[in-house]
């Protein structure tokens, strides 16, 4: 006679192994401990077989019997349904193995070392927000052209353009990183060019009327939001770094008895030791801001967690509380203000590059070469400092 729910839940263990049958050779195999199995027995090629469906509870009365007739069908064919059964166990691993988002965090893991900190950060932030939560799951080698640029799509609708071209330019090195290590055999994002339309060249807005330097230096000293972003938008003028490299800063790179900030390799864009020599009105923001942040790692630590430095969005909020526009300034707008400013005051020009840290396009050389015009640059530092008071005045 068949099985019934009631009859399996009421199945007690026995200190036995006892089998039950429910028709066409599906079976419970109760265990001594109650531990209660669905298999079903069959002949293959002359030979007594069996197949296990599973545990009940997890799998049901009727599910067992799905699985039963499914063999039953394959049986027909010719085909072990366990034989199957373990086929189809490996190619479930090896599609998993060989979905997209195993395969790029795979790329990412070789790659990221090699990158610098901010930039492997939003190469993997791009993946985790844009493309993972469409296409992670599915084997890279079925991801088609199409089915990419829906997801690219996606990003060009919310006005991301530029986004939506690094993160193609970010797939096509998966992709080809999977070709390569034999998970796929192309490459969709390559018929992709032209897809997307080209974003218009842009610059990071700034400010070089010294009039307005003067009027931009006095609204951030009159900042009365957040005190650490205050410091932090106080000191981006005086030292000119990339936006990430300043708000990552941390206490240990300093070194106040010598006037100098360490930024290390990991951190900078061209992966080189950046030294940034600290002039007086540096130093004194910097001992105003130590009782604040001192205890922590990081001079501008988030307000959720000193262990984290500030977001990438919260100095350009600074500036836009402010009053200023994105087509007025940006953050990175301090570095393209302090090249102008001082070309057009007569410093030398390999001093100038030096400080803004530019690439050097022999990376052997760079290496050695990050203590460079380093008296010079001391010197124009702390002009460039005492420049800038004037216009506040």
Same mark, same amino acid.
Request: proline share 5%; with cysteine.
């Given at each position: 006679?068949?099985?019934?729910?009631? #009859?399996?839940?009421?199945?007690?263990?026995?200190?036995?192994?006892?089998?039950?049958?429910?028709?066409?050779?599906?079976?419970?195999?109760?265990?001594?401990?109650?531990?209660?199995?669905?298999?079903? !027995?069959?002949?293959?090629?002359?030979?007594?077989?069996?197949?296990?469906?599973?545990?009940?509870? =997890?799998?049901?009365?009727?599910?067992?019997?799905?699985?039963?007739?499914?063999?039953?069908?394959?049986? !027909?064919?010719?085909?072990?349904?366990?034989?199957?059964?373990?086929? &189809?166990?490996?190619?479930?691993?090896?599609?998993? =193995?060989?979905?997209?988002?195993?395969?790029?965090?795979?790329?990412?893991?070789?790659?990221?070392?090699?990158?610098?900190?901010?930039?492997?950060?939003?190469?993997?932030?791009?993946?985790?927000?844009?493309?993972?939560?469409?296409?992670?799951?599915?084997?890279?080698?079925? %991801?088609?052209?199409?089915?990419?640029?829906?997801?690219?799509?996606?990003?060009?609708?919310?006005?991301?353009?530029?986004?939506?071209?690094?993160?193609?330019?970010?797939?096509?090195? %998966?992709?080809?990183? =999977?070709?390569?290590?034999?998970?796929?055999?192309?490459?969709?994002?390559?018929?992709?060019?032209?897809?997307?339309?080209?974003?218009?060249?842009?610059?990071?807005?700034?400010?070089?009327?010294?009039?307005?330097?003067? #009027?931009?230096?006095? @609204?951030?000293?009159?900042?009365?939001?957040?005190?650490?972003?205050?410091?932090?938008?106080?000191?981006?003028?005086? $030292?000119?770094?990339?936006?990430?490299?300043?708000?990552?800063?941390?206490?240990?790179?300093?070194?106040?008895?010598?006037?100098?900030?360490?930024?290390?390799?990991?951190?900078?864009?061209?992966?080189?030791?950046? %030294? $940034?020599?600290?002039?007086?009105? $540096?130093?004194?923001?910097?001992?105003?801001?130590?009782?604040?942040?001192?205890?922590?790692?990081?001079?501008?630590?988030? $307000?959720? =967690?000193?262990? &984290?430095?500030?977001? @990438?969005?919260?100095?350009?909020?600074?500036?836009?509380?402010?009053?200023?526009?994105?087509? #007025?300034?940006?953050?990175?707008?301090?570095?393209?203000?302090?090249?102008?400013?001082?070309?057009?005051?007569?410093?030398?020009?390999?001093?100038?590059?030096?400080?803004?840290?530019?690439?050097?396009?022999?990376?052997?050389?760079?290496?050695?070469?990050? !203590?460079?015009? +380093?008296?010079?640059?001391?010197?124009?530092?702390?002009?460039?400092?005492?420049?800038?008071?004037? +216009?506040?005045?």
């Amino acid at each position: 006679m068949s099985l019934s729910d009631t #009859q399996l839940r009421n199945m007690k263990a026995t200190g036995k192994v006892k089998k039950v049958s429910d028709g066409g050779g599906l079976y419970l195999h109760l265990s001594p401990a109650g531990g209660k199995l669905w298999r079903m !027995a069959y002949r293959f090629e002359g030979k007594q077989k069996i197949v296990c469906f599973g545990a009940y509870p =997890a799998v049901s009365l009727k599910e067992a019997r799905e699985q039963r007739d499914e063999s039953k069908a394959l049986l !027909a064919r010719g085909i072990d349904p366990s034989l199957h059964k373990q086929a &189809a166990k490996v190619a479930s691993i090896a599609e998993t =193995a060989n979905a997209y988002e195993v395969v790029a965090r795979e790329w990412y893991a070789k790659n990221a070392p090699r990158w610098t900190e901010s930039n492997a950060e939003r190469v993997l932030a791009r993946q985790e927000k844009d493309v993972f939560p469409f296409i992670g799951k599915r084997p890279i080698a079925q %991801i088609s052209a199409p089915e990419l640029l829906t997801v690219l799509r996606k990003v060009e609708e919310r006005g991301a353009l530029d986004t939506a071209h690094r993160i193609l330019q970010d797939t096509s090195r %998966i992709f080809r990183y =999977a070709i390569a290590t034999g998970r796929a055999e192309r490459d969709p994002g390559a018929d992709l060019k032209g897809a997307l339309p080209v974003p218009r060249e842009g610059h990071f807005s700034t400010i070089v009327d010294t009039k307005e330097i003067g #009027q931009l230096l006095r @609204d951030i000293d009159a900042y009365s939001g957040n005190l650490v972003v205050r410091a932090a938008l106080r000191l981006a003028p005086y $030292v000119f770094v990339r936006p990430g490299e300043l708000r990552k800063a941390e206490w240990t790179e300093f070194d106040l008895e010598n006037a100098e900030w360490r930024i290390p390799a990991k951190r900078m864009k061209m992966r080189v030791l950046h %030294i $940034v020599p600290l002039s007086r009105q $540096v130093l004194g923001i910097l001992r105003d801001l130590h009782p604040y942040s001192g205890d922590g790692p990081y001079l501008f630590p988030s $307000v959720r =967690a000193k262990s &984290a430095p500030i977001s @990438d969005m919260t100095l350009l909020a600074g500036l836009r509380r402010l009053g200023y526009s994105k087509e #007025q300034m940006s953050v990175h707008g301090f570095r393209s203000l302090a090249s102008t400013l001082l070309n057009e005051q007569g410093f030398n020009k390999d001093w100038i590059e030096r400080q803004l840290a530019h690439g050097e396009r022999n990376s052997v050389r760079a290496s050695y070469n990050y !203590a460079e015009y +380093l008296p010079e640059r001391r010197k124009m530092m702390q002009e460039w400092a005492d420049f800038l008071d004037s +216009l506040r005045m």
